[in-house]
């Protein structure tokens, strides 16, 4: 058996958008027999309490997971190793660009759009040294391909840029891309189910799991919701956390059925949702979310318009 996952960065409350994602991910994961499992991304943009807040929210929402909840921060040496492990095949380089270095290269006509322009890939010891004394480097995988393929199961088959992407960042934290390839493959993922601004990760982190010898998971990105002017749903969008929306006496329960409502299933209960679930039925279009018509339709009517 296999498993999926939820894996918020603990960087706030879960939005209505993440909450719709995490919805998906269970019932993704559920209708095909796998665990659910979670974990916390908290290698960056951490806010404390954040990581309580969000699994209270999970809970609220009925969602249960398997196992045991794995925290990336927690788990750096494992990182570590596998850098080292690329490191000794010669794939892995110190790069001492800043983004304004890298903007200014990327920008160059010959270069391929969104990927690193290979400032720092040929670099020689001599020159390692000197620039080592202005800047701590991040390290990068030196890639071997320009693209690589992947399959996703609501977008089809995807081919993206693979660049030299980091591995370490110049803080000396495990970069996204590297922790996310490792945990998805030592916890026995093999469903990624996540925003759809990430089908654009896929191939590098694809990639990265071939280099290591990892199956690549199966891949679906869902639709993000967005707010009316079509942006990517965010807190300055107003009540859009679960304790905002519950502040004003509406019911966890009743926030589910509007995510699954939005997700043209039978909104009664998450389990009624299981039964009905069909991946080819889901929206293919990104969720346009009012969270004031959300809140004024979901109030108990004693106290709407108050
Ligand atoms: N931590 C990421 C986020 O909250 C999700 C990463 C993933 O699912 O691979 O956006």
Not at 146 to 163: K, M
Request: hydrophobic letters at 40%; aromatic letters at 6%.
């Amino acid at each position: 058996m296999g498993a999926g996952r939820f894996a918020p960065s603990p960087s706030g409350p879960l939005h209505l958008g993440n909450l719709r994602t995490a919805i998906l991910a269970w019932l993704f994961a559920r209708s095909t027999q796998r665990d659910f499992l979670l974990r916390i991304e908290d290698l960056d943009r951490v806010r404390s309490g954040a990581e309580a807040t969000q699994i209270f929210e999970l809970e609220s929402l009925g969602l249960q997971f398997d196992g045991s909840l794995l925290r990336q921060s927690e788990r750096l040496p494992l990182y570590f190793e596998a850098v080292k492990q690329l490191e000794e095949r010669g794939l892995v380089f110190p790069c001492f660009c800043s983004r304004k270095d890298i903007a200014e290269a990327a920008s160059a006509p010959h270069a391929a759009p969104g990927a690193y322009p290979g400032t720092c890939r040929n670099l020689s010891s001599a020159e390692r040294e000197v620039k080592a004394k202005e800047r701590p480097a991040a390290l990068r995988l030196r890639s071997e391909v320009t693209e690589f393929s992947v399959h996703d199961q609501l977008a089809g088959d995807y081919t993206g840029v693979v660049d030299d992407f980091v591995l370490v960042r110049n803080d000396g934290a495990p970069a996204y891309n590297l922790a996310v390839v490792l945990d998805d493959a030592l916890c026995g993922i093999d469903q990624v189910v996540r925003g759809d601004d990430l089908l654009s990760s896929a191939p590098r982190q694809a990639y990265l799991a071939t280099l290591l010898s990892y199956e690549v998971p199966d891949y679906v990105h869902v639709p993000l919701a967005l707010n009316t002017k079509g942006q990517r749903l965010a807190k300055r969008d107003g009540a859009v956390t679960l304790e905002e929306i519950t502040e004003h006496g509406v019911h966890p329960a009743d926030v589910v059925a509007i995510l699954l409502e939005s997700l043209g299933l039978p909104s009664t209960s998450l389990q009624a949702a299981l039964e009905a679930f069909d991946p080819v039925n889901l929206p293919r279009e990104p969720w346009i979310v009012e969270p004031e018509k959300i809140v004024q339709q979901l109030m108990p009517p004693a106290s709407r318009n108050r």
